[in-house]
């Protein structure tokens, strides 16, 4: 099976950077990707790693070590909307040959001011 | 606009009730999900559906049933079988393929509660 774990929650000021961490274990890895969730809303796609190393987007960038199992996500510049949930999803077979994501438990991000 | 609509938005539900949640894209996705979110969790797969008249059981479909006759259109009934059906609930759909990842995009969801 697959388990993910990243921490519940992160506060940070405006204007500041902020790291999500995002551990995994898995049978079958294909990649890993990163969601915001603003409260009761739907989820929006973030990122994709499938490959080790970082990809940046504009505030955001995620980074990936498959030997580690590890990833994360780096807001930087923060700002209040960034006020979200965040989840980790692995990519990962469930059933035959279906690549599925498996959400981790998310990271409530709160911005101060 | 493409994207994916779920109704109702709200749903009350009394207990022994069989419900069933509306969802639709007009993204042209050959994938369709149903995931459950309860307070404070992530996400859980209840089916999938890669195509037209195919579908499988993700990790909790246990109480849920779920039907794909048009490309469009993956409704998710959630039977008196499921002992905690209050929860919310999120369709979502991806252009599909096992080879490539492909993001999903999601519906505004479905709260239901049952009295």
């Known amino acids: 099976g697959q388990s993910l774990e990243q921490p519940s929650e992160v506060t940070a000021v405006e204007g500041a950077i902020v790291q999500i961490n995002c551990t995994y274990q898995?049978?079958?890895?294909?990649?890993l990707s990163w969601y915001q969730q603003h409260d009761g809303g739907a989820p929006t796609f973030l990122s994709y790693?499938?490959?080790?190393g970082l990809e940046e987007t504009g505030r955001f960038s995620s980074f990936l070590s498959r030997s580690d199992s590890y990833g994360y996500l780096l807001l930087q510049e923060l700002q209040m909307k960034d006020s979200a949930s965040y989840f980790c999803a692995v990519r990962a077979p469930l059933k035959g040959s279906a690549r599925q994501l498996t959400f981790g438990s998310g990271t409530q991000l709160t911005v101060l001011p | 606009d493409g994207g994916i609509t779920q109704s109702p938005k709200y749903l009350f539900r009394k207990e022994g009730q069989n419900v069933t949640l509306s969802c639709e894209q007009n993204l042209n996705h050959d994938a369709m999900y149903w995931y459950r979110q309860d307070p404070g969790q992530g996400l859980r797969l209840i089916y999938y559906?890669?195509?037209?008249?195919?579908?499988q059981k993700g990790d909790i479909a246990e109480g849920y049933s779920v039907s794909r006759e048009k490309k469009e259109s993956f409704p998710l009934t959630v039977t008196s079988a499921q002992k905690n059906p209050t929860a919310f609930y999120l369709c979502a759909s991806s252009i599909g393929g096992t080879d490539s990842y492909n993001e999903q995009f999601f519906g505004p969801g479905t709260r239901l509660t049952v009295l």
């Open positions: 898995t049978s079958g890895f294909y990649g």
């Open positions: 559906s890669q195509i037209v008249n195919d579908f």
């Open positions: 790693n499938a490959l080790d």
